[in-house]
């Protein structure tokens, strides 16, 4: 039998959406002549969606539905689909059509030509304000440097051979950052350029809280780099320290009188800060430690909808 490919796509409050995705991923892979199985991911929406992933599991023996049992966010839900794979090899997409399915049979066919990661990057930025796409470069340049890990440009849309999932599968940490993680493990790597879409329907869910919060995640699991910036930034503010010491000590000794009202405030402020900073720096090390510790779970499953292949395809 041919490959088998796993298409993992994570849903929350699409709506209609899901009907456009499943349609139109149909299209594509069907053209490609690909045998796959679509496993879709509802992350606890509150609106109709998972209604219409049952429709389709129940209709199209290749569609599965995954119910998670509360929004858990973009994440977990990709983490739950991957568990759940079957393919040979798995393509990440996220289902407003942002990602554009007609670059999955190239995937496919780097993939078949010994690739076990391939990365779709944006050829552009779409539907993003100025300050999100400044944002999302800064941050994944400062990424890329800190961990070493190529971030530049990258999207979650990507391709996953077995090995690699597995070897991906195997990491034990709780806030997974698929970007991060997927680069991480190496493996034979190959890129596509693509163009990101605008969003077909509905609003993007990121705020810029939780673009906050993913960054943090993903820097604070990635890097202790933050950390020994601290320690250099104490170090510094030690050896200034003793050099304005040494200075208003000659001074004194020539007999100057020392004024230095506005000094001590500014350096006080300046100390405040960076003790504060570096306490907060600290602080989220030790929630994702605390989180690690904890230990629970990094998804749950409420339901469960595919129609088994042994179901008699009567009248469709
Ligand atoms: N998503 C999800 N859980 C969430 C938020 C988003 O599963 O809590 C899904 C969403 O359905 C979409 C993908 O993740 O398929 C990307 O979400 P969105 O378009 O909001 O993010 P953006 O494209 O702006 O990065
Ligand atoms: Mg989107």
Do not use: C
Request: proline share 4%; no cysteine.
């Amino acid at each position: 039998m041919s490959p088998l490919l796993s298409v993992v796509a994570p849903i929350y409050n699409e709506g209609p959406g899901v009907d456009r995705f499943v349609r139109r991923l149909g299209q594509v892979l069907g053209d490609a002549r690909l045998r796959y199985e679509l496993v879709l991911v509802d992350d606890g929406s509150t609106d109709d969606s998972w209604d219409r992933i049952v429709r389709h599991s129940l209709a199209d023996e290749r569609v599965r539905g995954i119910q998670l049992s509360r929004n858990f966010g973009k994440e977990p839900a990709v983490l739950a689909g991957l568990e759940h794979a079957a393919g040979d090899a798995v393509v990440v997409i996220d289902s407003d059509l942002q990602h554009p399915p007609s670059a999955i049979p190239a995937m496919v066919q780097r993939w078949r030509d010994g690739a076990h990661v391939v990365e779709a990057v944006k050829r552009n930025r779409t539907g993003q304000g100025l300050v999100g796409r400044l944002g999302g470069k800064l941050f994944n340049r400062a990424f890329t440097r800190l961990t070493q890990v190529d971030l530049v440009d990258a999207t979650d849309f990507r391709l996953l051979s077995r090995p690699a999932l597995d070897a991906l599968l195997r990491m034990p940490e709780h806030s997974s950052f698929f970007r991060g993680t997927s680069s991480w493990i190496g493996f034979r790597r190959s890129t596509i350029e693509v163009d990101i879409d605008h969003r077909e329907g509905g609003a993007s869910r990121w705020t810029v809280r939780s673009l906050f919060r993913l960054a943090v995640n993903g820097l604070t699991s990635f890097t202790s780099a933050p950390l020994h910036l601290v320690t250099l930034g104490g170090l510094a503010f030690a050896a200034f320290a003793v050099l304005l010491g040494a200075q208003t000590l000659i001074k004194w000794l020539r007999g100057g009188s020392v004024a230095g009202f506005p000094t001590v405030i500014l350096l006080l402020l300046v100390m405040g800060t960076f003790v504060l900073l570096g306490l907060g720096v600290i602080g989220e090390y030790l929630a994702r430690i605390h989180e690690e510790v904890r230990a629970r779970p990094r998804y749950l499953v409420q339901e469960k909808s595919a129609r088994a292949v042994a179901d008699v395809p009567e009248q469709l």
